[in-house]
């Protein structure tokens, strides 16, 4: 079993920044593929980033390309996500999750493909 606890969120103006943090235990996050994932209020949960064992590769949604940087520390059993240049539409519920499974040919960027979840943490940007 694997625990995963987020941290980081808060109230943030338009453009700027927060930096989540995903701390596990119970299992060394080393051999997961490990992703951040948001939901907004009425809407579904929804695919933000994901990385891979070693960190060397990564995969982002379109929404947050270019804004968001995703990173890992297994040292530290520590999965991150840098959130620059905020925008209203940011704000939701952001979950970390860990996926028991090879980064294979193409990245996981479904609910069903990850199997451990943390209870989330709010962010919220206002305008």
């Known amino acids: 079993q694997v625990q995963l606890v987020e941290s980081g969120g808060g109230l943030v103006q338009a453009g700027g920044s927060l930096r989540l943090s995903c701390v596990a235990s119970?299992?060394?996050?080393?051999?997961?593929?490990m992703g951040w994932f948001r939901q907004a209020p009425g809407k579904e949960r929804e695919f933000v980033a994901a990385?891979?064992?070693?960190?060397?590769?990564?995969d982002f949604a379109d929404s947050v390309k270019g804004r968001f940087t995703i990173s890992r520390d297994n040292a530290k059993n520590t999965l991150y996500l840098q959130m620059n240049s905020l925008k209203p539409e940011d704000t939701a519920v952001y979950y970390c999750?860990?996926?028991?499974?090879?980064?294979?040919?193409?990245?996981?960027?479904?609910?069903?493909?990850?199997?451990?979840w943390g209870q989330g943490t709010q962010v919220t940007v206002s305008s």
């Open positions: 119970g299992r060394t996050l080393r051999y997961y593929v």
């Open positions: 990385i891979s064992w070693g960190g060397g590769r990564t």
């Open positions: 999750a860990a996926a028991d499974r090879l980064w294979g040919g193409t990245p996981p960027r479904t609910t069903y493909e990850y199997d451990y």
